[in-house]
């Protein structure tokens, strides 16, 4: 089975902090993202990565920076947490050249709340 | 951008009836693919059911069947012999066969199944 597993299930943390989301995948997927999910407004893609090193803005990339060292790892990075961030967010993967409808794999997602 | 609406925000089901979600799609693309998926509380995001854009015929899994209007851009999900376990957040989602990788999903529907 393909396994997306995430740091944490529940994180609080304080206004300006530093956050760090990690997401790991066991299926040498290429393709990473990090959505997050507010309720009525479903999930916005805020970041996504086709390799090692490589990424690309998504809708919502404002206030987030991603890092992606190593294929299997794909991190959220909130620089300066604020109160407007406290969300759920999701990590999935998806192989390279899904041109065949394969679908995207998520984790259990990261509730985080900034107080 | 392609974009999905659900304008169901909940919805609610008698155990052993049958419950019927709308989704609906706008592309000027052809060649696409789209996908149920479930979002039970507290627990991961899992696949329904995906269909393939350039297959008439629709798809179908076990109690999941979806109703695939193509000319309409419409794409529901009917749930037949609803069980408690169908308790969940369920979100449609389009990816592009042309680009790929990149998913759109909607702004949810929670369905209850009521005992």
């Known amino acids: 089975d393909v396994k997306v597993t995430q740091s944490s299930r529940y994180l609080v943390k304080r206004t300006g902090e530093k956050v760090f989301l990690e997401c790991v995948q066991d299926m040498d997927h290429e393709n990473m993202f990090w959505y997050r999910q507010d309720p009525g407004l479903g999930l916005r893609l805020i970041y996504f990565s086709y390799d090692v090193k490589m990424k690309e803005k998504g809708d919502i990339p404002e206030g987030y920076s991603v890092s992606r060292e190593k294929k299997e790892r794909f991190s959220l990075i909130l620089e300066s947490a604020s109160t407007n961030q406290t969300s759920m967010y999701l990590c999935?993967?998806?192989?390279?050249?899904?041109?065949?409808?394969?679908?995207?794999?998520f984790g259990p997602g990261t509730r985080l709340t900034v107080t | 951008a392609q974009t999905v609406t659900q304008s169901q925000p909940e919805m609610s089901v008698q155990e052993a009836e049958t419950v019927t979600l709308s989704c609906t799609y706008d592309?000027?693309?052809?060649?696409?693919?789209l996908f149920w998926y479930k979002q039970p509380p507290s627990r991961q995001m899992i696949l329904v059911i995906r269909?393939?854009?350039?297959?008439?015929q629709n798809a179908t899994e076990n109690r999941f069947s979806v109703n695939f209007q193509k000319a309409a851009k419409s794409f529901s999900l009917k749930i037949s012999d609803s069980q408690l376990g169908d308790t969940a957040m369920y979100f449609c989602?389009?990816?592009?066969?042309?680009?790929?990788?990149?998913?759109?999903f909607g702004t949810g529907t929670s369905l209850t199944v009521i005992p």
């Open positions: 592309t000027s693309e052809s060649n696409y693919y």
């Open positions: 999935a993967s998806i192989t390279s050249g899904a041109i065949g409808g394969d679908e995207q794999y």
């Open positions: 989602a389009f990816m592009s066969g042309d680009t790929g990788n990149q998913f759109y």
């Open positions: 269909q393939e854009a350039y297959k008439q």
